[in-house]
Structure formats: C-alpha cells, structure tokens
C-alpha cells in the first residue's frame, strides 16, 4: 500500500515536468497512478471478502510510537475503489477539459495528484494521527485547488473559507483523536474502535471528532463553503467535492460508527445535523441558476443523508449508507462532468440561457439523464437501489427508537422529494428547449475522449443498479460489524417486491414532479420567506470581527516608538524578575569591599568616564569616554586573573575606536538633543532602577552560587583531552567548539552587513588597488623619488595629507605585528592568545597601513577579498567538525598527533589549531571588512564626489 | 560565595548609564549605551565566576588556586560579537546620514498606518461591500433580483465559464 501512496507522491512531483514535455496529454499518464491503485484495491477483494485484512506497518518516528500503519478492509476497499476509480477517469477528462496553454497546468497537475494519493492514504490509514495528517492534507491541497492561481478574488476567499473552517474542524478533531486515543489506550484506529474505552474524555474526544468531520463534509450551519468552493475547475468539483474530499467526514463516520455510536451525544449530532442538512441543501438547490451552484447544494444535501445512514449505527442503515455513497460518487461526477462539457462547449452554465442543447448534443443528454435519474432514485438505477434500502430499513427498524426512525424517515422522504424536484430542474435546465429563449449552439462540440469519463460512470451507475447484489458481500462485509435492528437483514437488490418503501420511492418521485412543475410560484414563494441572516453572512462578520479586534490590538501595543518599547521591555524586567529578586533571592549574608584595592580605583574612573558619556553632546569625546571603560575593564579583567580576555578587550576596543572614528568623520560633530526634560527624567528613573536591579543580580548570583562549577574538572579535561594548557582557549576550540562556531558565523554576518548597507550592490571583491601605470604617472609628476619609497600606495596621496613618520613607523612594524599575530595564534593553546586575539592583532596592523597610506595602501596591504577569508575562515572550523567525524571520532573533537621530526625535534600538532587558524582568518576578515566599507569604500565616494547610489527610477524620501 | 562591593556597584553604575543611552533617539548615544551594557554584562558575568585568582594557565598556577575559566571563554567571544554589532550599527548610522541627514531612530510610521486602520483587506471584506463578481458562490444573503423572473432566483450568479478558461 506503502508503494501506491509514493507512487502517488512521486507523479505529482513529476507532474509539472510532463505537462511541461507533453501539455495536457500529461494527464493521460497521470490517470494511470490511480488507475494502478484501483487495479490493485480490487485485486485485494478475495483477500478482504475473505475475512482477512491487508496490513502494512512501517516505523515512522519510534519516539512517539507513531507508525505508518494501513489497513485495508471492506469499509477502506470501497472509499479506495471510489477514490481512486473516479480519480482515474476526472485525470483522463482533464486532458481535454483544460487547453494546452492554460496558465499554471503543470502546478495544477501536480497538487491533483498530490490530492489523490492523500485521499487513499486518508482511508487506508490505520493510525489515529497518520489519518489526521492525510485528513490535512487533503485541505491543504483543496485549498490550492479552489485558489487556483490566486488572482481572482472570489477564488481566493472561497479557498481561505473552506481551508478556515476545515482546519478548525481538523485541529478540533486532532484534540478529538488523542482524547480518544488516551481513552481507549490505542492509537491504532482497528483497535480503538473495537475498543473505544470510557469515561468523558471518551464521550468530549468523540464530539470533536465528529465537529471534524462535520466541517470536512459540508454539515449545516458549516455547509456554505462547498458552494463557495465551485470556484475551482470543474473536474476539481467533481472528484474533491462530490466523490472524494467531502466524503471524508463520512467515512470517518462510518468508520468510527461500530465502536462509538452508543456514545451519548452521537446520533442527535449525526441524525439531526444529517437530517438538517439534507434539507436546507435540497431548498436551496431549487432556487439555483448556476447548473454548478445547484449540484453543489444538491451535493450538501445527499451529504446530510450520507451522514444520517452510516452514523445510524445499525446493520441495516450501514448497509444503505456505504450503497448509497457508491451510488453517490458514481451519480454526482458524472453530473458535475455533464456540466463542465455543457460549460466548455457553450460558454454558460446558467441554466436561463441554455436551451435545446439535448438535441445538439445527443450522448451528453443521456449521460445526464442516466445520472439524474441516479440521483432522484428512479428504477433500476444505482441510486434507487440505495434510497429503496434506506427506506425499508427505516420502515422496519434501523433505529433504536421507533419515534426517531418514525422522524427521520419522514425527513429523508421529504429530502428525497426535493431532491427529485432540482434533479428534473437539471436535466431540464441544461437540456430542454425553453420558451423564448433562443437555441444554444455548442461552439466546439465535445470529442470522443471528453465523454468518456462521464459515460463510463453513468453506465456505471446502470449497471450498478441490476448487478447490485454483486456489492452484496462487499457491503455486507462491512455491515456485519454492527448491530442488526430490524427482524431480518434485506440484502440489496432492485426487487424486493411491492413494500411499503417502494410506495415512498413513488411519492419522492411525483412530489418531485409536482414540485418542479410549480417551480414559478415557488421561488416566488422562496423570495418571500427569505431571511436577511445566513450562515455565510454570519463567517463573514466573526472573520471581519476578528480583523477589527486584531487591527485594534495591534494599534494599541504598537506604538511605533522605539524608546517606548524598550522602556515597556525595561519596565516589566524590573516588575516581574525584580520582583522575585526582591521576595525571594536569597541575599548574601557577607560581604567583601573587594578583592584588591585597585579595582576600587579603576571602578572610580569607569563610573565617572561612563558619567560622562551621558551628558557629552560631542560625538567623539563621548565615543573616547565609552572607550576609558572600555579600557577600564580590561584592567579589571587583569585583576580577576584573565589574560587572555584583558587582551582581546584592549584589542578590541583600539580597533572600536579607530572604526568610529572612520564613521563619526562624516557626521556632525554634535548630537542633537531631542527630549524633553520630562523624559529624560523618565529615561533616569529607568535606568537607575535598572542599574540597581542589575548590581542586585550580581551581588545574588554569587551568593546563590552553591553548587560544584561545571568547569571544575576543565584543567584536567583542557590538557587530557584538547592537549592544551591554556584553558580558555581550549574551552574555545574544543569543549565548547560548537558555541565558538556560532559565534564566528555571527561574525561573518556582521562583516557582510557592514559591507552590504555601505556597498548596496556590488559588495563582493576586495579593496581597489592601485594600476601600475596611476602610481608611474604620479610618480613623474611628483619628481621627488625618494619619499614615495616607504609604503607601496603613497605616492598617489595628496602631500599635505601624508606623514613620512607614520610612514616609516608603518614600514618598520607592520611585518613584526603581523608575525606577532601570528605567533599569538600558533601558540594560544598553551599561552595568551589564540585565534581571536592573533586576528585582531592582523586586523589592527591593516588599520595602521590604512591610516598611513591610505585606501590603495589598503589594497596592497591585503590584495585579497575579505569575503574569501571570511568563507575560508568558516571552511576551516566547519572543516575540522567534519574531519573528526570521518575519522569515527565526534563532531569537533580534537584529535593530538605526535611525532619526533629530525632537526625539528619533537612536534605536537593539534587539530583544534585549524580551528582557531578558522578564527583567525575570520576575525581578519571581519576587520578587513570593516576598513574596506567605513574607511576605503567612504573615502572613494568622497574622493569621487559620488552621490547616493540609486537606481533609476528609486527615489528616497527625505 | 561571598561577592565583593565593588563589582556589583561598578556593574549597576554602567548598566544605568547604558540603559538611560539607550534610551535615546540618536543612533549614536544608542550604539554607546550598548557598548557600555555590553561592558557591564561582561563585568556581571565575570564577576559571576567567582572571586579573582591566578590566570587559568596549567604551568602558571595550580588549578585549585586558578579562576572559573568558563565564564571567560563566554566573555571572550561576547567581546568580539560586541565589536561585530557595533560595527554594524556604525554602518547603520552612516547609512541613515547618507540617505535623509539624520541618525535618529524616528517613529515607526507602518506602526502609524496600522494603527489609524480603518479599511481591511479586500479578503475579509464582507460580501456585501463587494462586486458581484468578486463575491464567493452561494452567498445567501442576497435576493435583490427583480421581481417576476418565472424561472426562479438564483442567489449570485457565478460569472459564465469561470470553471477553468
């Protein structure tokens, strides 16, 4: 079974490509996926009407105990029958139905197929949740199918409404079948109904299930959606919403009918909203124009009295019931097909301008007719078959109460009845010749291949009707599994001799009549007795209810106000944590002044320097008074014992400051005060609080701090294991590898913001260099040789803005810093340093020959892009994660290889070094990014006199 | 443990200064309050770590006498994010001067917009308020045709061959 539904899976993803090599012929092929699963479900009968079951169990997620479980019974083998038997033959009408060239066919033919195997695994499945995850499916591609392209509007709110209101059935009845699933101690649908267990969770379980299938069946006061959705194409209305998608709520009923229709609150929801929905469909179908809209309701009517047969729960109603929904499927495509060729040849489907065409169109005529005399329950067609079964069961039993069966019986009749009255305004409406309107000519008559859909399934449904007791045993065997009401069971068949159900038939079928023949002082009266509120109309306020109410959520908290945000944030980090911090914290019970007295001192500047930085208006003094703590810190780092982290800070907060200054060059130098005072005051409030609340939290996580430190076993770990002495470091690389590699792949996408807001487009590559034959130029203009001999690029600066100091000094250092980085990095496992610390040193290098020479000096300084760095960087560390996990050992785990090498003597080789060379390179990137955007690419557009880069057309508001 | 004084007052002194920047509208005083709350958040966690000791080095010093390593390989990655972020910011400012003369985190104006809302979507207009060719199929609520049609009402007319052409 598991085969067809990847067959399936696999034709709808190759579907486009066919309708791309093939055009609509792509559908011939396609037909033949379905047509392979009913080839296999019937091959199947023997085995099933032989008492056994076909089961397949594959383990899905074991964790969850949740498997690929199928199971095909009598009840599986009839829907897969339908499902897949009228799926073959709407495949084989769509490859005349639709033009080569319409728009999005491929995506058409592939979310059909794709609907086609989800609805068999929906009735194959075994298992409560896989049945809930084909149920989903199937909406999700009725959604698409409904929606079609998504540019008519009307497509589009007909999709959104039925997937609206056929998910929130879905996810009810997701609650539905665990409750149930808990209750009966099984997910395994076969066991769950053999034993539904008890209890309220059982009985609440089984109301939302049956809230699911409601929806998915198009149930009153849900039923709207399925005229709405006759938006789609018609084939899609003839498989999803007559034969397949919509019987889904039924199958679920009579699947669950044997084990749960005792339950308290079953039949009253089953029969009453079955019975309701009969009627209301069949009412309203008679006041239809539209041939489409009046089956569309005609289909919510028979729907309502599907439901009413196999939710009964008795032997002889399920009998009826599973007849019917054969007799229902065959029925109503092949009237749904009539109509999309009446469509397709004329151009309307309005049953007011249609006339004559069962005189034009001969084999059409009579298709619709077999159909329709299907669907009013006329000897000796399918359809009188099941209704005579329906009846005579009632008649005699088939439910416990006799005043119920008394009820429904009545109900069905006068169901039948209507529907008799809009199955003779079909036929008439679409086939008869009409006063005063003029003959319909069919523009391009249907071809051979057109109709064969539609005869096959009207003959079908003829010889269903004679041959109906060759269904016996398939019926039947499903029957069995519940309880037989009336005195006898009466198998199907086309005679049973005169009985009182055939007197029912008789009167369905003249009130039918008589009511049709009425029909103008009907709509008349149905004109009258119209009520201004609907079912529609009510989905329509709560969504547009629900819209306002979002709109004015949203309005509300959303302010626009940065600052109001974060101060919202703030505001309720100190209500609710300082709240707990205040009542419950466990305070220290002793304090220390400090550790030494020199951080008391360093504390006294960082305060003030942070102080100051509130009420500096001039941009570069605030940014060098940030940079004293910045400073500050690092000294205290110093004193808590952190070499490796006091290095970095002073590292970094030298190339911070070099980099605002880069920008901060373009800015005016002051910022502009924009508070009022109040808010200030406001501001003050907050961030004193905060600051309290902050001092707190570190004062009482030490205190709180009693448990033995994970890192207590790291020296040991570091040097056994990472072969390192430097315990950060090793902490870097190997014990916590995966955090570092998070953090530089947050690096690298830094380095491509900064470089994407200042490059817009065009980022790639590295810094701009100097041609050759600029620098000669400038040479020979200059004449004076020897002062362009430092630095590489400096001859081409304007004299006045070089100095031959830094130039000199750049000259002499720049290669003793760069081999300093790189001894930091080569020796960071065992000492200060590391990757981090190496880079940043190469990054501050490139800052002093850019600031001595310039952006070309720039370029020869690093003629590489930083982007390959970057990329390099990260292939590295990635690459060593990958290379311990081919060599059988963890995702980066460090491997130590020693070896004695002549001359060399005795080398140790870590693998976790090409981890930090990764760091490295890409915290060099990172700093060759930042100059390249802030510093070359700034200077370029000013040099240039380049104004902002915009695109034709792109305009910037002001 | 026992905490110190001073750390705690150093910690709460930076994160005032930092919240109170960063409150701000100017993108600057923004991007100094985070470096100064990045500054503090090293100093709470560092400080979290324990009290000071010997760097932790094997060879320098015995392993009972060293500091908590741990919170100072997260301290040494968050300082060079931070560098990274503000870096970023730095462009951000840079950007929003280049393009409008000005660095201020302004009013969001879609904020506005979505809260002055007064229409909604074409998608969940009701019914009514829209063309009939725009209405979904079977929509009730509506039998306004003229009087005296003999071959009955039909609720809204689909338009001809919206099927599938």
Redesign the interface.
Same mark, same amino acid.
């Given at each position: 079974m598991l085969f067809l539904l990847f067959l399936h899976l696999l034709a709808g993803l190759l579907a486009p490509v066919f309708v791309r090599w093939w055009g609509r012929q792509a559908f011939l092929v396609l037909a033949l996926v379905p047509a392979a699963g009913l080839v296999w479900t019937l091959a199947q009968l023997g085995t099933v009407l032989g008492g056994d079951d076909v089961t397949e169990t594959v383990p899905w997620i074991p964790a969850l105990d949740l498997d690929v479980a199928l199971r095909l019974d009598a009840l599986a083998l009839t829907f897969a029958a339908l499902v897949t038997g009228v799926g073959a033959l709407v495949f084989v009408y769509c490859a005349r139905?639709?033009?080569a060239d319409?728009e999005g066919l491929g995506r058409f033919a592939g979310t059909l197929t794709a609907f086609a195997g989800s609805m068999l695994g929906l009735v194959l499945a075994d298992d409560l949740l896989l049945l809930y995850v084909f149920w989903e499916l199937t909406t999700v591609f009725s959604f698409l199918l409904i929606g079609g392209s998504g540019r008519?509007?009307?497509a589009?709110?007909?999709a959104?409404?039925a997937l609206i209101l056929t998910t929130a059935g879905g996810l009810a009845m997701l609650v539905g079948l665990i409750m149930i699933g808990q209750a009966s101690g099984s997910f395994l649908l076969s066991e769950v109904v053999a034993d539904p267990g008890t209890g309220s969770g059982m009985v609440a379980g089984t109301l939302l299930v049956l809230a699911g299938a409601v929806t998915k069946s198009a149930m009153v006061p849900f039923h709207?959606w399925l005229?709405?959705a006759?938006?789609?194409?018609?084939?899609v209305s003839a498989y999803l919403h007559a034969a397949a998608m919509v019987k889904a709520g039924i199958y679920l009923v009579a699947r669950l009918a044997p084990g749960f229709a005792d339950v308290p609150g079953w039949r009253p929801v089953v029969l009453g909203l079955g019975l309701a929905t009969m009627l209301v469909g069949g009412y309203?179908s008679?006041?239809?124009?539209?041939l489409?809209?009046l089956l569309?309701?005609g289909t919510v009517s028979q729907l309502g009295f599907l439901l009413v047969l196999v939710g009964a729960g008795s032997r002889e109603l399920a009998a009826a019931g599973l007849a019917m929904t054969i007799a229902h499927a065959l029925f109503k495509s092949t009237l749904f097909l009539t109509v999309?060729v009446v469509?397709h040849a004329t151009?309307?489907?309005?049953?007011?301008k249609l006339s004559g065409l069962g005189r034009r169109l001969p084999v059409l005529a009579a298709v619709g007719l077999l159909a329709g005399a299907s669907m009013a329950g006329v000897p000796p067609l399918f359809g009188f078959v099941g209704k005579e079964a329906a009846f005579t069961a009632l008649w005699e039993g088939g439910l416990a109460s006799r005043t119920a069966a008394a009820f429904e019986l009545t109900g069905l009749v006068l169901g039948s009845l209507l529907t008799a009255a809009y199955t003779l305004r079909f036929v008439w409406g679409a086939f008869a010749r009409k006063r005063g309107v003029p003959d319909t000519v069919p523009a391009h008559p249907p071809g051979a291949l057109f109709l064969t859909a539609p005869v096959v399934l009207a003959l079908a449904g003829l010889v269903a009707g004679p041959a109906s007791p060759l269904l016996e045993p398939v019926v039947g065997d499903y029957a069995e599994t519940l309880p037989l009401l009336a005195p006898e069971y009466e198998e199907l068949g086309l005679w049973h001799g005169v009985q009182p159900a055939l007197a029912l038939t008789a009167v369905t079928l003249l009130g039918g009549a008589a009511l049709f023949a009425a029909? +103008?002082p009907?709509?008349?009266l149905?004109?009258r007795v =119209?009520v201004? !509120?609907?079912a529609?109309?009510g989905y329509?306020?709560v *969504?547009?209810g629900i819209?306002?109410l979002s709109?004015l959520v949203?309005?509300?908290t959303?302010?626009?106000?940065?600052?109001a945000y974060?101060?919202t944030i703030?505001v309720v980090v100190l209500a609710l944590p300082g709240w707990i911090l205040l009542t419950r914290a466990p305070w220290?019970g002793?304090?220390?002044?400090?550790?030494?007295p020199v951080? +008391?001192m360093v504390?006294v500047v960082?305060?003030t320097a =942070?102080?100051l !930085?509130?009420r500096i208006r001039q941009?570069l003094s605030? *940014?060098l008074v940030?940079g004293v703590?910045?400073y500050g810190?690092a000294v205290?780092?110093v004193?808590?014992?952190?070499?490796?982290?006091a290095l970095?800070?002073f590292l970094?907060e030298t190339?911070?400051l070099v980099?605002?200054v880069l920008?901060?060059r373009?800015?005016p130098k002051d910022?502009?005060e924009?508070?009022r005072p109040r808010e200030r005051a406001f501001?003050?409030v907050?961030?004193?609080a905060?600051?309290?609340?902050?001092?707190?939290?570190?004062?009482v996580?030490?205190?709180a701090?009693t448990a033995t430190?994970?890192?207590v076993d790291?020296?040991?770990e570091?040097?056994e294991f990472g072969g390192g002495?430097?315990?950060?470091n090793v902490?870097?690389v190997d014990?916590?590898a995966w955090?570092?590699l998070g953090?530089i792949s947050?690096?690298v996408v830094?380095?491509t913001?900064?470089a994407s807001?200042?490059f817009l487009r065009g980022r790639t590559g590295g810094v701009e260099r100097i041609t050759s034959s600029a620098l000669a130029a400038r040479r020979r203009r200059s004449g004076r040789a020897p002062r362009d001999r430092w630095l590489a690029a400096t001859a081409i600066l304007d004299p006045a803005r070089r100095s031959v100091v830094l130039e000199v000094i750049t000259r002499i250092l720049f290669h003793t810093i760069t081999v300093f980085s790189l001894y930091l990095l080569f020796s960071g496992h065992?000492?200060?340093g590391g990757g981090?610390a190496g880079g940043?040193v190469a990054g501050l290098a490139l800052v002093l020959r850019y600031l001595a020479g310039g952006r070309y000096e720039l370029g020869e300084a690093a003629p590489v892009a930083p982007g390959l760095l970057l990329g390099t960087g990260l292939l590295f560390a990635g690459g060593t994660g990958v290379a311990g996990l081919l060599l059988g050992a963890e995702v980066l785990q460090t491997a130590i290889l020693e070896t004695d090498v002549p001359v060399l003597g005795h080398i140790k080789l870590v693998t976790s070094l090409f981890f930090d060379i990764g760091v490295y390179l890409i915290?060099v990137g990172?700093a060759l990014d930042?100059l390249r955007?802030?510093g070359a690419e700034?200077d370029r557009q000013e040099d240039e006199d380049d104004p902002?880069e915009l695109n034709p057309g792109e305009v910037?508001?002001? | 443990?026992?905490?110190?004084?001073?750390?705690?007052?150093?910690?709460?002194?930076?994160?005032?200064?930092?919240?109170?920047?960063?409150?701000?509208?100017?993108l600057?005083?923004v991007l100094?309050g985070f470096?100064?709350l990045g500054?503090?958040t090293?100093?709470?966690v560092?400080?979290?770590?324990?009290?000071?000791?010997?760097?932790?080095?094997?060879?320098y010093s015995e392993?009972e006498e060293?500091?908590?390593?741990?919170p100072?390989?997260l301290?040494?990655?968050a300082?060079?994010?931070?560098?990274?972020?503000?870096?970023?910011v730095?462009?951000?400012?840079?950007?929003s001067?280049?393009?409008?003369?000005q660095?201020?985190?302004g009013?969001?104006?879609?904020?506005?917009r979505?809260?002055?809302?007064s229409a909604?979507?074409?998608?969940?207009?009701?019914?009514d308020d829209?063309d009939p060719?725009?209405?979904?199929?079977?929509?009730?609520?509506s039998?306004h045709t003229p009087?005296g049609?003999?071959?009955?009402?039909?609720?809204v007319?689909?338009p001809?061959?919206?099927?599938?052409?």
């Open positions: 139905y639709f033009a319409d008519r509007l009307a589009r709110r007909a959104s409404q709207f005229p709405a006759m938006e789609a194409p018609t084939p309203r008679l006041r239809q124009n539209d489409k809209l569309a309701f999309g469509d151009g309307t489907r309005d049953l007011r029909r +103008a009907l709509n008349r149905q004109r =119209a201004g !509120a609907s529609d109309e329509w306020n *969504v547009q819209d306002r709109v949203t309005g509300t959303q302010r626009g106000s940065l600052p974060l101060g703030l220290p002793e304090w220390r002044a400090w550790d030494t951080q +008391a504390g960082v305060i =942070a102080l !930085a509130l941009r605030a *940014v940030v703590t910045g810190s205290l780092f004193l808590q014992g952190a070499p490796d982290l970095t800070q970094v190339l911070t980099v605002f920008v901060l373009k800015l910022i502009t924009r508070h501001r003050g907050i961030a004193v905060v600051g309290a609340f902050m001092a707190a939290v570190g004062a996580a030490l205190s701090r430190p994970v890192s790291y020296p040991e570091a040097f002495k430097n315990i950060v902490t870097l014990i916590r955090d570092t953090e947050l690096l830094a380095a913001g900064v807001l200042v065992n000492e200060p981090f940043l915290v990172l930042v955007s802030l700034l902002i910037v508001v002001r | 443990m026992t905490p110190t004084v001073v750390l705690p007052v150093i910690v709460g002194g930076l994160y005032a200064a930092g919240v109170y920047l960063l409150l701000d509208r100017s600057t005083r100094l470096l100064l500054n503090a090293n100093l709470l560092l400080s979290a770590g324990g009290p000071a000791g010997f760097a932790p080095i094997l060879g392993p060293m500091t908590d390593p741990l100072q390989a301290i040494l990655t300082i060079v994010i931070t560098f990274g972020v503000s870096a970023f730095l462009a951000m400012i840079h950007r001067w280049r393009l409008v003369h660095e201020v985190v009013t969001d104006e879609e904020d506005r979505v809260a002055a809302r909604t979507d074409a998608d969940e207009l009701d019914p829209l060719e725009d209405r979904a199929a079977g929509h009730a609520d039998l009087d049609d003999d071959m009955g009402v039909d609720d007319d689909l001809a061959g919206t099927g599938a052409r």
